[in-house]
């Protein structure tokens, strides 16, 4: 399930089946919060702030995403340990630079290049066409069949969706050939 899916059960009011998905996400705060002088149950507690954050962002505002979910999830519950952090040793002096061991950094920086890989993907579908986006939509994220789809968009045969499909997959080849 990707990110807009996650985003859509939220928006909804299919929490349950989103915030599943979203639990994936614990074992690296978990990790963060650990490495940083914090305890299971600290964990525990900063990605359940983390998650009513997000959740209320998603539900209550124009939110728009710009990275993946757990990108997001990790930043906000990294911060949020921060100021945990500072709360709890009051005025004695804090690290609170949290600088990345070079495994969260290759972590970090993985997500980068898939996020941008992900925006460049984006791109490339919002210039094959509304149809086309549809057509593909159909097909690879809700597992339509072709003679539904050709149902769907006023297709005459399932063997014309079949067709207009590979068109629109050559499309957006020539478009990543063009990058």
Do not use: H
């Amino acid at each position: 399930m990707d990110d807009t899916k996650i985003i859509e059960l939220l928006k909804i009011g299919k929490q349950d089946k989103a915030f599943l998905k979203l639990y994936k996400n614990y074992p690296q705060v978990e990790k963060l919060i650990l490495s940083k002088g914090g305890s299971k149950e600290d964990a525990k507690d900063v990605f359940q702030e983390a998650l009513i954050i997000f959740y209320e962002k998603v539900c209550n505002t124009d939110f728009k995403l710009t990275s993946a979910i757990g990108t997001y999830l990790y930043s906000v519950s990294r911060f949020l340990w921060k100021d945990e952090l500072i709360k709890r040793k009051g005025k004695q002096s804090v690290d609170t630079s949290f600088e990345f061991t070079s495994e969260e950094d290759a972590e970090f920086q993985q997500a980068i290049v898939r996020e941008a890989k992900f925006k460049q993907i984006e791109s490339i579908l919002t210039q094959i066409g509304d149809k086309c986006l549809q057509l593909l939509k159909m097909f690879y994220y809700e597992g339509l069949s072709m003679k539904i789809i050709a149902s769907k968009v006023g297709l005459k045969s399932e063997k014309i969706a079949k067709n207009q499909k590979y068109k629109c997959l050559e499309r957006a080849k020539l478009k990543v050939s063009e990058l």
